[in-house]
């Protein structure tokens, strides 16, 4: 036997470390023993027994148990605590954790000759326990409640200690009461190391005692009904006392074809006393003997004869992860990594909790986990291949050379229900998986099943197959999901764009303005994702795409980003002329909605496969035409409100300026007269630093070298502290401005050019980079740092500075944040009227990738841009006009057939059966 098993049961101590990923093997007696750890992480102390409220022998008990598995696993008492950050449903039983076949087979064949009985999984098995507890030890940290607080140099070892501080806790994630640990699979493989040196659990809790053992097999044809009987009575639990007693009516012959012998766990010799005594006789059992014989005789002869037993053995132990003495983020850490390393060695025999996504977003991937059937090999299901959420329902297999690209991957919140990923042999090592975030299980197998590795928010677990059967297989990390691959992005390109047009369909949509942000953040992901691959010129293509929704459909069309128009009243004939556009957008969108209906009823209604697919794209050659059409349209509503921008932004300047030149000349006077003073306190000092720097910026400096300036210059002083809020808010200021003035220079350069992507790649992603810094902090206004200022006392001069400046630099930051933001609208609609004449930024996923039909996406792409641009027109219309004032409003589901149109997601509309557009039942027109 492996001498690194724990071979003794007695002289057990508290603190003793055990490898759960290696298992257990059978001791001579036939009871299990954990692998023990090679180097001991915590200070080993004795097991001092305390005598517990129950001492002594408890109420007969009863259980049933199908197969003899089931049986075993419950001879054997001893419990895992659940994991440090653990939900409901933990469940780790190390009586299932048996290293090979062989160790399982000798156990079995042990304790067969112990319980004097055969065992199979075709029997029911009746058992019989006889309790003694006489004392209980715990660790003093982990007792309930704690008898001392944890302290390092009392309960770790120097090795250990050495040995945790070099495992780093990753990125620490704070989220109001959620913490969390991010970590990568580098990250990850010294935790596995560790637990392989230093174990998995400790042992914090010994119980001793004895325990007499009796089972008997019930009879084939009986078994159902007595199992029946015993779960009605019991709900499936054991049954003590007097019920217990009833249930040894089963032990007879008319029930029982065989009944095993007493057993005492403690070895006891009374025992066998007792038996010639007499005591235990019951004629009425199968082999004359019973525990229930005695508790049918008087309470006196009983209690008599059990003062007798006096042996004692550990009846129970209690094992707890040693993330209970880490430091919290490794103790994170710690746990991910073991939930892993348990569910990849010992598979669906462990059923571990794991985190889901948050309910908002697992609500748009799915409701729940259905079965985890194992995929058809033959009949290949068919994946989503790309979106912002998917979750997983059951297990599939993975159609060769396609891809899943995912911003969240939501499996299995249980170990049990983790579905499996059937790859084909060849994609097995490298599969075609991307994702932002994955949380909670799954497995990935190859074709025939005879690999597989296990998946664990992200993390994939794999094991090295040993040289011997004798030797066992040691888990290891293989890698993560969360690394962006151009194969699988080429593989994916189709539904990526199809997944960015839907995107864009749902920019617009002013009845659900909660999915803006998750939309951005989906399009900056998959802008990201595409770059490393960013000289494939499709990957390129789509990238632009993915920036601009970021960068410009983001932030015109999301509700609190816009710009009041109240001012942008339209005249009765171009009000008119909108509105006939408006309804002839509705006609196109109307008539799109007729179209995917009768290819719908060409669908049904012809099996053959040309004719299908020559009314499909006949379907979508026309969702094309009323696609120009309505982009002509919207076109037209865009220069309109582009017409009335420029006026506004004319006199927007205007008010700049003048706005610019009062808080000039009076930030000069004061500055004059400040300069005359003494500086005499560092507030004064501040004070007259600030007035420079305000001078600078009302002068129109170099904008470059003036935000270099607000990076770069040194907190010296006190003063310069005192000036860090402004410093903070002019740097955001700035970056704001140099945002307009990129996409005015994109504007510029789509002017009369053909598209040039790496141009464009360029400035959108120097767009976006520079908008997170202009919001990635709180933007303060500066008259509240001048109240801050004049309540820290500056001195009486520059209190009257303060205040004689204060509100020309009030009114010169509105005139410039009203200038900006008309400037920000003009260069949004601008760009998007250039895409919609151009077709500069268009993906086309039905043409330019190989191996994808037009059946699969075409028509699905074309109505997800015309969804786009009704919305848009919409929305657009209600920002200009106002109509909910007029009372004339015209919301997105009130303007007549077109709510049936713009009711359902495109990505429900594609049959996965036909691989063509269906109609939701129930719609009409």
């Known amino acids: ?23 257990s093997a059978a001791l001579p007696m036939g009871w299990p023993a954990l692998a023990a750890a090679l180097r001991m992480p915590l200070r080993l102390f004795p097991a001092e027994s305390v005598r517990p409220p129950d001492f002594g022998w408890q109420r007969l008990c009863a259980s049933m148990y199908r197969g003899a598995d089931a049986l075993l696993e419950q001879l054997w008492d001893c419990r895992v605590q659940p994991l440090l950050f653990e939900l409901p449903g933990f469940e780790v039983v190390p009586a299932r954790l048996v290293r090979h076949d062989c160790d399982r087979a000798m156990r079995k064949e042990r304790m067969e000759d ?82 392989y040196e230093y174990g998995t659990h400790f042992v914090s809790g010994i119980e001793t005692g004895d325990t007499l053992l009796q089972v008997a097999a019930i009879r084939p044809e009986l078994a159902e009904r007595v199992y029946a009987h015993w779960a009605q009575i019991s709900n499936g639990a054991a049954v ?6 009833g249930m040894s009516a089963f032990l007879g012959p008319s029930c029982a074809f065989e009944v095993g012998g007493i057993v005492s766990q403690a070895q006891d010799p009374a025992l066998s006393v007792t038996q010639e005594s007499g005591v235990w006789n019951d004629p009425s059992a199968f082999g004359g003997v019973s525990l ?257 929704q970021c960068a410009i459909e983001a932030a015109f069309w999301t509700k609190d980003r816009v710009l009041d128009t109240g001012d942008l009243i339209l005249t009765p004939d171009e009000r008119r002329n909108v509105r006939r556009h408006l309804h002839a957008i509705s006609s196109c969108a109307i008539e799109a909605d007729i179209c995917l209906r009768d290819h719908s009823a060409v669908n049904r209604a012809h099996a053959d496969s040309e004719i ?15 696609r120009e059409e309505a982009s002509g349209h919207y076109v037209s509503v865009l220069e309109t409100v582009l017409r009335k921008l420029e006026p506004m932004i004319q006199n927007a300047e205007e008010e700049f300026r003048a706005s610019s030149r009062q808080a000039l000349e009076s930030a000069g006077a004061s500055w004059k007269h400040l300069g005359a003073l003494e500086p005499a306190s560092s507030q004064q000092l501040a004070a007259d630093r600030l007035v420079q720097w305000m001078i600078s910026a009302l002068e129109q400096p170099a904008e470059q070298e003036r935000r270099a300036q607000l990076h770069t210059e040194p907190a010296q002083n006190e003063a310069q502290s005192i000036l860090a809020p402004y410093l903070h808010h002019e740097a955001i200021a700035h970056a ?19 598209a040039d992507i790496a141009v464009m790649e360029q400035l959108l992603s120097e767009i976006v980079d520079n908008t997170e810094a202009a919001e990635s902090s709180e933007f303060v206004p500066v008259d509240r740092y001048f109240a801050d200022l004049v309540a820290n006392g500056p001195g009486d001069a520059a209190v009257s500075w303060i205040q004689a400046i204060s509100s020309h630099w009030k009114l010169f930051e509105s005139a410039r944040a009203r200038l900006l933001a008309l400037r920000f609208q003009r260069s949004c609609l601008h760009l998007e009227a250039w895409r919609l004449r151009s077709n500069g930024l268009q993906a086309n996923p039905a043409a330019g990738f190989g191996g994808i039909s037009l059946l699969s996406l075409g028509g699905q792409t074309e109505h997800l841009r015309l969804l786009a641009l009704v919305r848009k027109s919409l929305r657009l219309q209600q920002l200009v006009h106002g109509f909910a004032d007029s009372g004339e409003a015209i919301g997105d589901l009130e303007l007549g057939a077109l709510g049936h149109l713009i009711a359902f997601q495109c990505a429900d509309m594609l049959d996965p059966a036909v691989g063509c557009l269906r109609m939701p039942e129930g719609s009409h027109v």
């Open 1 to 23: 036997m492996d001498n690194q098993f724990q071979s003794e049961m007695e002289g057990l101590q508290l603190g003793h470390a055990v490898n759960l990923l290696r298992g």
């Open 114 to 195: 112990l319980l004097g009985l055969r065992l199979t999984e075709d029997r029911t098995y009746l058992l019989f326990k006889l309790r003694r507890t006489d004392g209980r030890a715990e660790h003093e940290v982990t007792a309930r409640p704690a008898r001392a607080y944890f302290n390092r140099e009392r309960h770790l070892t120097a090795d250990w200690k050495r040995a945790a501080s070099r495992l780093r806790p990753g990125t620490r994630v704070h989220d109001g009461f959620e913490h969390d640990a991010v970590i990568t699979a580098g990250i990850a493989q010294p935790y596995l190391d560790c637990m």
């Open 240 to 245: 003590y006392g007097e019920e217990a007693l």
């Open 292 to 548: 229930a014989g005695a508790l049918r005789t008087s309470h006196e002869e009983t209690r008599a004869a059990l003062t007798t037993f006096h042996s004692h053995a550990v009846i129970r132990t209690e094992l707890t992860s040693l993330a209970r003495f880490l430091e919290y983020y490794r103790a994170i850490a710690f746990e991910r990594v073991l939930r892993g390393g348990l569910m990849q060695r010992w598979g669906r025999r462990v059923n571990l909790p794991l985190r889901r996504m948050p309910s908002v977003e697992r609500a748009i991937g799915a409701a729940a986990v259905a079965d985890n059937a194992p995929a058809d090999r033959d009949a290949v299901q068919p994946i989503k291949r790309c979106g912002r959420v998917i979750s997983l329902h059951r297990s599939e297999a993975l159609q060769q050379g396609s891809a899943i690209v995912a911003q969240y991957l939501d499996a299995a919140p249980m170990s049990r229900l983790a579905p499996a990923i059937r790859l084909h042999d060849s994609e097995f090592e490298n599969p075609a998986i991307v994702c932002q975030k994955m949380v909670g299980a799954m497995f990935l197998e190859d074709w025939d099943g005879g690999l597989r590795d296990a998946v664990v928010d992200g993390l994939r677990f794999t094991h090295d197959l040993p040289a011997c059967r004798t030797e066992e297989p040691k888990v290891r990390l293989r890698g993560d999901l969360h690394s962006t691959q151009v194969e699988c992005l080429l593989a994916a390109l189709p539904w990526i764009a199809a997944e960015l047009e839907r995107c864009g369909a749902g920019f617009a949509c002013a009845a659900a303005p909660e999915q803006h942000p998750r939309s951005a953040s989906f399009a900056k992901w998959i802008a990201e994702s595409l770059k490393v691959g960013s000289g494939q010129k499709d990957l390129r293509q789509l990238r632009v795409l993915a920036l601009y």
């Open 612 to 626: 299908f697919e020559s009314a499909h794209i006949r379907m979508q050659r026309k969702l094309r035409a009323l």
């Open 736 to 754: 704001r401005i140099h945002t307009v003035k990129l996409l005015e220079e994109l504007c510029r350069f789509s002017d009369g050019q053909k």
